[in-house]
């Protein structure tokens, strides 16, 4: 490239083309569109526009004329300095870089770094030195310091002496020109030297003192667009801020709705007694209570800081907590979403389930039809034979009594020396047999009651008992009844090592087990009439037994504890369902004659249905008595289950279990019976339904047992 300068003033004529001598032809450096003339001095060809420059090239510094000869363009240098160091004259081929002035990030994610003149890439130089190398080069290459990199090309420049003495001259605020004085005198051409006269006294123009044609035009033209009301006074500027109004647009019944859906931020919760000063003792944390409480997640704890108690209103310190407590809330005033529960409108009547009318669902029991008088204490038990005639029952005053259903009548005394807890009629029809449980003690009951054939044949099957060889070590004691105690009814004793309090015969009426009043693995046994052999069935307690149920039909076992049902497979001899009554505590069990379904009494004065077939949860709980519930019961042909309780009613509910397992039990309460005094807080003891008809006896702390039907 040529630096463009003034054209040199010349002194002599041009020489000639003809006096060019061949031998004084110079070769053409390379890349130069045009041939060189070399001349003997620098004189330019005449009759041409010459531009003159320099240029630094392989042959040193050149001097060169560009111009017109005839119909050629020539070049034609002078050398004027000896030849350039070979690292600073530029390579044969052009490499400039022609991308502009752009970014060179741009190229960052390519292997090349633009483009030379004809227009092909330039590629970036391979640069993989790592630490050690690039410090061995600093080390090594006595340069390194004035070498930097050219972002254009990518390539290392070694920069010369003048452009080091440059970048020093720049670094301490100084010009770049060497030569350039910046505090040389300066010439004040019109102070430095008074004058009498101005340095120009050109008179002035005629127009500058003669009104403008032009003004009175632009002026009249005003006048007039103010006349017309064109042009108005501009109105006062306005400094109030205005702020850009997001709802301008909006219809402003779409507001009045917005400020009516307004939603009011909820109010924080009310300090409670845990933040008082001096909080009651029960407030207070203690030692392992804050150890626990550290240890735990902040968004667990219950309360997100620890009571204190102080002497004085005076001695609380300040609150640490109160800026981020203050922060969470503005967090929850602005972030949290706020929502409206829309009120639903539903009727109560909605609510109510849609039951059956109880007289839809006859026949129940729903008079008082006979009293049963003769105890002179607790009724506490109740049982009737298969074929409903007879009843028995047992009390506090030391015997049990026999009745007949249909009359009233006491059939037989049987005084036994203590309290009765129990009494459970044998289920099978084809024997006369009743389960007594009195003390530590069951006793095995002939009544000797309706057919003669039937409990002649009860006596004999008992009498046909043949011992074995062996003694086997049992857990109680089968002792055959004296005469005496023959003559009153009783064959067999079974004694315990503790209070018998229930006793329930299985359906075929060989086996009935016991329920103890003992806290170890003793507190159920089963007995086998046939051949008077008793059995431990539990190895360990799992709980204070209540009361004990076989299943109706199948091999199961129920055992109700205080809060539990469990259900075990004798067959199997493993536990199948272990039920929650969410109750405290079970008093009393009855099971649906399809067994499916049972029934638990508790003393908190709750009911709870279960079906087996569902959950081990109850189906549903009924709170219809006010007070401890004593005894439940099921009628084994009709829908009914009972309920009696201390507060001297019976409930009778009608209980619908269909064969459809996709439909739920229909429970609906129909009739409370009343009847009983309440004696010693305690009302109904127990209650029964007839086998056959739908009756329900029931017997109270009044010493009386009622007939409803």
């Not at 006294?201 to 003192?209: I, L, M, T, Y």
């Not at 908190?604 to 519930?629: E, G, M």
Request: proline share 9%; glycine share 6%; with cysteine.
């Amino acid at each position: 490239s040529l630096l463009q300068a003034e054209p040199p003033q010349l002194s002599q004529p041009p020489l000639p083309a003809e006096g060019l001598q061949p031998s004084q032809h110079l070769r053409d450096p390379p890349g130069l569109p045009h041939p060189i003339v070399p001349l003997s001095r620098p004189v330019p060809p005449p009759g041409a526009a010459w531009q003159w420059g320099s240029a630094a090239h392989s042959w040193g510094l050149l001097r060169c004329w560009v111009g017109k000869w005839g119909d050629r363009r020539v070049h034609q240098f002078e050398k004027m300095s000896p030849a350039l160091p070979s690292h600073l004259v530029p390579p044969l081929q052009d490499i400039r870089n022609t991308v502009g002035n752009i970014p060179m990030e741009w190229y960052q994610d390519f292997p090349h770094i633009g483009y030379n003149l004809d227009g092909k890439k330039i590629y970036k130089p391979i640069r993989n030195k790592d630490e050690l190398d690039m410090f061995l080069e600093k080390m090594e290459n006595p340069d390194y310091w004035r070498t930097v990199q050219d972002k254009m090309t990518g390539a290392d420049i070694k920069l010369t002496d003048e452009q080091v003495d440059l970048v020093h001259r720049l670094q301490r605020g100084q010009f770049g020109d060497v030569h350039f004085d910046p505090y040389e005198p300066a010439v004040d051409f019109f102070t430095h030297e008074v004058m009498i006269h101005p340095v120009t006294n050109r008179p002035a123009d005629k127009r500058s003192f003669i009104p403008s044609l032009i003004e009175k035009e632009k002026v009249s033209k005003l006048v007039h667009a103010i006349k017309m009301g064109w042009i108005k006074p501009r109105k006062p500027k306005d400094d109030t801020p205005t702020y850009y109004d997001l709802w301008a647009h909006e219809d402003p019944n779409s507001i009045l709705g917005r400020h009516k859906m307004h939603v009011p931020a909820p109010k924080m919760k009310l300090p409670g007694h845990e933040e008082s000063y001096n909080p009651p003792p029960e407030y207070l944390l203690s030692e392992e209570e804050k150890l626990a409480w550290e240890q735990q997640e902040p968004a667990e704890r219950k309360l997100n800081f620890v009571p204190q108690q102080f002497r004085c209103l005076r001695a609380v310190p300040a609150y640490s907590r109160f800026i981020h407590e203050r922060f969470e809330r503005c967090l929850d005033l602005y972030l949290c979403p706020r929502q409206r529960k829309m009120r639903v409108n539903v009727d109560p009547e909605d609510l109510i389930p849609k039951l059956p009318k109880p007289r839809d669902l006859q026949p129940f029991p729903t008079t008082q039809a006979l009293v049963y008088r003769g105890h002179t204490s607790l009724v506490r038990c109740l049982s009737i034979s298969p074929s409903g005639q007879w009843l028995v029952s047992g009390s506090d005053d030391c015997t049990v009594r026999f009745w007949e259903v249909c009359t009233a009548r006491c059939m037989k005394t049987l005084p036994v020396g203590g309290v009765v807890k129990s009494v459970a009629w044998n289920p099978n029809p084809t024997i006369c047999l009743v389960a007594i449980c009195v003390e530590q003690s069951v006793l095995l009951v002939n009544p000797c009651l309706g057919d003669k054939l039937l409990y002649g044949a009860t006596d004999q099957v008992l009498e046909s008992y043949v011992p074995p060889e062996e003694e086997r070590v049992q857990p109680v004691q089968w002792v055959t009844a004296t005469p005496e105690e023959h003559s009153k009814g009783i064959r067999l004793v079974v004694q315990h090592s503790k209070a018998v309090k229930q006793v329930t015969w299985h359906g075929k009426g060989d086996y009935f087990a016991s329920v103890v009043a003992d806290n170890s693995n003793m507190q159920v046994l089963i007995h086998q009439t046939s051949k008077r052999w008793s059995q431990n069935p539990f190895r360990k307690s799992k709980g204070l037994v209540q009361c004990v149920l076989f299943h109706p039909i199948r091999p199961y076992f129920f055992v109700a504890t205080q809060r539990y049902v469990r259900v075990y497979n004798l067959l199997k001899q493993e536990l199948t369902k272990k039920l929650m009554s969410n109750c405290k505590w079970v008093s009393s069990m009855a099971i649906h004659p399809g067994g499916d379904n049972i029934i638990c009494g508790s003393y908190d004065s709750k009911l709870a249905w279960f079906d087996l077939d569902l959950s081990t949860r109850p189906y549903q709980l009924l709170r219809h008595h006010k007070k401890a519930l004593r005894s439940v019961a099921f009628h084994k042909h009709y829908p009914l289950f009972a309920s009696g309780s201390d507060d001297g009613t019976v409930i009778v509910c009608h209980g619908m279990v269909y064969n459809d397992l996709l439909q739920n039990p229909l429970l609906v309460p129909v009739k409370v019976l009343k009847g009983h005094a309440i004696t010693l807080d305690l009302g109904v003891l127990d209650v029964l339904f007839h086998p056959t008809q739908p009756w329900v006896f029931s017997s109270g702390a009044d010493g009386t047992i009622r007939l409803y039907t």
